[in-house]
């Protein structure tokens, strides 16, 4: 490969990995496997030792990605650096040079930097890009396992991970009834439970946390020793990372054990650590740009086996995403049988060249989710379908952030009626209790339900329903009762239930008020009208317009009329005066209201306008925090915009 050729392919593999980096750290989101990650890693770094030269963002010379602007930042007192890794058990045994080191469980969550002064936990802060992190002490506070309070009084400085388990996060996953919406791993949902803005949320995800390294801890004779240091903090009560002490006699039984015991390991690992107990040694043998010489990183070496694929299922599901999932003749792997696979998205399985009949290897990325690693025929001869396996309705390509995917565009598909349903029956929408998206997919299945209006005449089907799982006369009777409750409701609910895009409940509340919940002069108005409302604009105005303009959708509101009786929207009686022309942001946790929208009802009624960013336009910046360093309390004091607590704005403003 001549060098330009090398170069360019350098080019493709950085930013490529950054683009894996950013959605992995940034956005809790994996568009490429840890398998795919590392050998396109290992290429790069091998290219850049061949060529001698580093592209600038290489991701062997940077480390981590910007953290988020939703919470304050702030810097670390000594970056944090990534460790050099390895998959050979030899290479791992060299490494010791006959020094005895502790060998620990490497855990797959979020890194998080904890300072405690005075014996008080004072501060955490999230990894981050390793220089600077975000701030989440108020959620560290609620974590499952971490001391409030320890027997030490100077200033105490640790890092360890933030983690999720495996029977935790399978039930928050149970709890969403959307299969789009679930969390695709422990370490996504844990990522953003340690980073809410609400620290009850956090506090209901049973967040743990487990030390792996002591930074500072002044006064405290340690008889250079890491071991000593681990002692220490799980004298103080912290919960240590599980390690074993190592020698080169013993290393690869040591690993064996570890292996062993991940199969049924109950906390998400990608692999181990190795760590000099030695801690002068470790120190004296200082760091390369990115990585510690003190210790390094052992990543499994992914059990793989070769199988035939036996065909690709497309899987719709209620966005209009059709999934490719790899079919396979089964195979044992880490001690289960194995015989599908997330082909994740079309740019995937087109990189992987498949073909129904193709010898393929297959693995389970972290020991647990299977994969496919490489396809050893390239026959690349599966076509992509032209239509819908739900509906029949034509597909197509389009490209999205993760990739090139697959839609179905028919609008009446099976597959997408269901999420349609559940936006009709949400607590902001009609508001019907009883009808989950289960129970929804149930009924569409059955014939009961076909439109909107079929909802409020599901008693023709009393004597099928009473008989189906999980339903009885009791629950059949509440779901009853709740759909005849939901007959009742203001014009804001109903428009907002039609699902109209870019058409929140704010802006339909905004469009209604303008007309007084006249419909019918809200029906008249054009584009240009409703887009010189208050707050409406041109995307608003655009796309009510636009949904009104068909003539199936201006039936479908006529009938459901027909079954309602229509309510004014109650203006709220905590707002004292008139608030038209003032623009407010919130942010932060609340106290007195349920959560940021509810917030936002009362401000919106009073004839004001809340929005996302601080800007000159901005009245005043509701925070409970006032002498929070978050971006938006800075941008504020930089404009000279007031901020005010929740409590400060009930009393000048309600």
């Known amino acids: 490969m001549a060098e330009i050729q090398k170069q360019q392919r350098m080019r493709e593999l950085v930013e490529l990995l950054q683009q894996a980096s950013k959605a992995y750290y940034a956005e809790d989101r994996e568009i490429i496997s840890n398998f795919e990650y590392d050998r396109l890693y290992d290429e790069l770094e091998s290219l850049e030792k061949e060529t001698g030269v580093v592209l600038a963002g290489s991701p062997t010379v940077t480390v981590g990605y910007e953290s988020v602007d939703e919470l304050p930042k702030e810097a670390h007192e000594k970056p944090m650096l990534s460790l050099g890794k390895t998959k050979d058990r030899q290479e791992l045994q060299s490494w010791l040079q006959g020094k005895e080191a502790l060998l620990s469980w490497k855990l797959d969550g979020l890194t998080v930097v904890l300072t405690y002064r005075d014996g008080k936990l004072a501060k955490a802060v999230t990894r981050g890009n390793g220089e600077v992190g975000e701030v989440i ?357 109903l428009l907002y239930s039609l699902g109209i895009a870019n058409v929140g409940l704010s802006g339909a509340k905004l469009l209604c008020r303008h007309f007084q919940d006249d419909l019918e002069m809200l029906l008249q108005a054009d584009a240009a009208q409703l887009s010189r409302i208050n707050g409406v604009g041109d995307v608003i105005a655009g796309a009510f317009c636009s949904f009104f303009a068909e003539e199936s959708n201006r039936k479908l509101l006529e009938d459901l009329r027909k079954e309602l009786q229509m309510e004014s929207a109650p203006v709220s009686a905590e707002v004292g005066r008139s608030l038209a022309g003032m623009t407010f942001v919130i942010t932060g946790s609340l106290e007195h209201y349920e959560n940021r929208n509810a917030m936002k009802d009362v401000i919106e009624a009073a004839g004001g306008k809340v929005t996302g960013s601080v800007t000159k336009k901005t009245s005043a910046l509701i925070n409970n925090d006032i002498t929070s360093s978050s971006s938006k309390n800075k941008t504020a004091k930089e404009l000279g915009i007031p901020i005010i607590t929740e409590e400060e704005f009930m009393e000048q403003y309600l």
């Open 137 to 493: 002490t108020a959620n560290a506070r609620v974590f499952k396992n971490i001391p409030l309070q320890i027997s030490y009084m100077g200033e105490l400085i640790l890092r360890g991970e933030a983690v999720i388990s495996y029977p935790d996060f399978e039930k928050v996953n149970e709890q969403i009834e959307d299969v789009d919406a679930k969390y695709k791993n422990p370490r996504n949902l844990c990522s953003g439970s340690v980073r809410q803005l609400n620290n009850k949320i956090t506090a209901e995800r049973n967040v743990r946390f487990y030390a792996f390294a002591l930074v500072k801890a002044d006064g405290v004779d340690f008889q250079n020793s890491r071991e000593e240091q681990f002692l220490f903090l799980k004298q103080q009560g912290f919960d240590v990372v599980e390690y074993k002490r190592v020698t080169e006699e013993n290393l690869q039984d040591t690993i064996s054990y570890f292996e062993e015991k991940i199969r049924s390991y109950e906390i998400p690992s990608d692999g181990l650590v190795l760590t000099y107990d030695d801690i002068a040694y470790g120190d004296s043998l200082g760091m390369t740009a990115k990585f510690p010489r003190n210790a390094i990183a052992f990543k499994w070496q992914d059990e793989i086996r070769e199988t035939t694929l036996l065909e690709i299922e497309w899987s719709p599901s209620r966005t209009g995403l059709i999934n490719p999932v790899a079919i396979f003749e089964p195979v044992e792997l880490e001690g289960t049988t194995v015989s599908r696979a997330s082909v994740h998205n079309v740019s995937v399985l087109r990189s992987l060249k498949l073909g129904i009949g193709d010898k393929i290897t297959v693995y389970k990325a972290n020991m647990i989710i299977p994969q496919i690693a490489d396809n050893l025929t390239g026959s690349d001869t599966l076509e992509i379908p032209a239509c819908c396996p739900a509906c029949g309705g034509k597909t197509e390509i389009r490209q999205v952030k993760e990739g090139a995917s697959l839609y179905c565009t028919n609008p009446l598909c099976a597959a997408k009626k269901i999420k349609s349903f559940a936006h009709f029956v949400g607590r902001d929408a009609m508001n019907i209790e009883g009808l989950s998206e289960a129970t929804l997919e149930k009924f569409i299945g059955k014939g009961f339900i076909h439109t909107y209006t079929d909802i409020y005449h599901l008693d023709r089907f009393q004597s099928e329903i009473v008989e189906m799982e999980g339903f009885g006369e009791k629950s059949y009777q509440k779901l009853i009762s709740s759909i005849e409750k939901s007959r009742k409701t203001t014009l804001p609910r």
